[in-house]
């Protein structure tokens, strides 16, 4: 790699990181401050908070890249121009291939990180978040109910306790109307939560529990000195956990299993969600090309640069904007999976045609001199 090709690379990359980072930290806060609640309503520690918040970041490195990659590519060539390097380059018989090498380096630097994480990092986080959720819901004693109020949960608990002392919990009262044929109703003196083997337990202690089957009057009660309750039933509505096809692998996607009747369900989200992992990477290629069409040509400083690169935003968000319908499109009907792939692929082919054969080339701004006056003749 020659001098002028690590100049290049240099200065693009050092864009690229800078935009990444900042956007990704922006987009970060706005998605942990709707996560408050974790630190507020549920109890939980900082450590949980960073670490839940922190799950999404691959999600938004997928997203962010691509478009890094584009303000990184337009704001080296914008200064290559404004530098007048690009008009110099241009004289001294340099072709647009021999620019497009660093860029292409750079291109494909961001491509491999966008496969990492869609293929790999992002399905992991969303795995990761659904089964931390799930275990702080499960938890709702330590994480949701407060001391001396009665709290209803979306799965049809209502959980009270009167005090704490120490460890323990004074004066509970649970009922369980999950199902509404059987109703368990508990109450106890004292209970503790504790766990074993990694599942958590309520163990109460000198109460009673009662049960009304069917939605009849009658109702057995049962007294007990202790009974343990396992918390982790409530986690996900007393079933198995059916992970979404965003949270799973991409190996289990393309492995699915056709007779699983949730894959029935939604087999379209899968099929979406396949294809979208497989086609993320080439969107780096197809807003570089954009970008290079863009400003990939010397201009003068009469040129115009702010239309041209106007033009190329507009043009990203639109394929940005095609591949996301194409997505939901897939969802619909199968014919639709090749404009996956068309979609990112023609931009960057477009992209590259225009940039090798001049790119976007604004009119040049003139100048008309004033009409001189005439002058009359003497007679």
Known sequence: MGILDRYILRTATVAFLATLLSLTAVIWITQALREFDLLTAKRQTIMVFLLVTGLSIPALITIIA????FIATIYALNKLNGDS??????AAGLAPTRLLRPFLLLGVAVSLLVAT?????????FR????????????????????GQFTTLDMGMTFHFRERSGDALLGIFMQDRRDPAK????IAERGQTIESNGVPYLVLEKGSVQREIGGSSDASIVAFERYAIDLSQFGGDGEAVVYKPRERSTLELLSLDLSDPYVQQVLGRFRAELHERFSGPLYPFAFLAIALAALGTPRTTRQGRGVAIAAAIGVVVLVRIAGFAVSSLI?????AIVLAYAVPIGGAIGGLAWFLTGGIR??????????RPAVASAP
């Open 183 to 186: 109703v368990n109703t508990y």
């Open 362 to 371: 604004m009119p040049r701004r003139t100048f008309s001199a004033p009409a």
């Open 128 to 147: 990761d978040i659904r089964d931390l959720v799930t275990q702080i819901r499960a938890d709702f004693i330590g994480n949701i109910v407060r001391e």
């Open 66 to 69: 691509p478009f890094g990659l």
């Open 331 to 335: 969802v619909r009907t199968e014919g």
């Open 117 to 125: 994480m869609t293929l790999w990092a992002m399905p992991a986080s």
């Open 85 to 90: 390097e690009l008009i110099v380059m241009s």
